[in-house]
């Protein structure tokens, strides 16, 4: 299986601040089959990238994906109140979908 | 609005049996696999389980092989995971989700908690 390693752990930012997360595969993820999502505690996760690089419908420009092989970032240029969460990646170019542990991003 | 609903979660003991639902509306729903992905607490994502839309075809992760059954029906728009055997290692969040073409999922609904002790 593909392990998807996210950093950091944690992120403590303010409200207008810049957050960059990472996402580092154990292998090359076949053309760039990559997925990020936000979960906050009790709803539904949601959808926020896939492609590595496309924004999924409804996502603010804000939300942006970068990235190829093995290393992929996802960049909340500048947070809103509604963006702290959890994120997490998943990579979907093995038949082994899997998952990154999260990126919890904080109020600092 | 695509929307999805998960019910049936409970606290169940070790070795016993539990089966949890889904609901979604607001797309076609016959024409789309439909996936569980579980959350185990402090624990990453796991996905668990899907089933094509005319339900003719089912996917397992090894983890959950033998003891756990998908099925759908499209007439009431609903996923059905019966999960047998379960064992305190199947403790988690369990979120139903569309699952596009078995690559990623969107959306998904609030989960349902599986408690095995």
């Known amino acids: 299986d593909i392990v998807l390693t996210q950093s950091p752990v944690s992120l403590s930012l303010s409200p207008g601040e810049r957050a960059t997360l990472s996402c580092r595969a154990s292998q090359i993820i076949f053309s760039d089959y990559l997925a990020w999502y936000q979960h906050r505690p009790g709803q539904a996760p949601r959808l926020l990238i896939y492609?590595?690089?496309t924004r999924a419908a409804g996502i603010p420009e804000r939300f942006s994906g970068r990235g190829s092989g093995t290393d992929f970032t996802l960049t909340i240029s500048r947070l809103e109140p509604d963006d702290f969460a959890v994120y997490f990646c998943q990579q979907y170019g093995s038949s082994d979908r899997t998952f990154g542990q999260g990126t919890k991003v904080e109020i600092k | 609005e695509a929307q999805i609903w998960e019910s049936g979660g409970g606290l169940v003991q070790a070795g016993g049996s539990l089966k949890l639902s889904c609901t979604a509306s607001g797309f076609t729903f016959s024409s789309y696999t439909m996936s569980w992905v579980r959350q185990a607490q402090g624990k990453g994502l796991e996905w668990v389980s899907g089933?094509?839309?005319?339900?003719?075809?089912?996917y397992y992760a090894d983890s959950v092989k033998g003891r756990f059954v998908i099925s759908r029906d499209n007439s009431k728009n609903t996923v059905s995971l019966q999960m047998n055997n379960l064992g305190v290692d199947d403790t988690a969040i369990y979120f139903c989700?569309?699952?596009?073409?078995?690559?990623?999922?969107?959306?998904w609904g609030q989960g349902t908690l599986v408690t095995v002790s």
């Open positions: 089933i094509s839309g005319s339900g003719m075809t089912t």
């Open positions: 989700a569309k699952d596009r073409a078995m690559e990623y999922f969107d959306p």
């Open positions: 492609g590595a690089s």
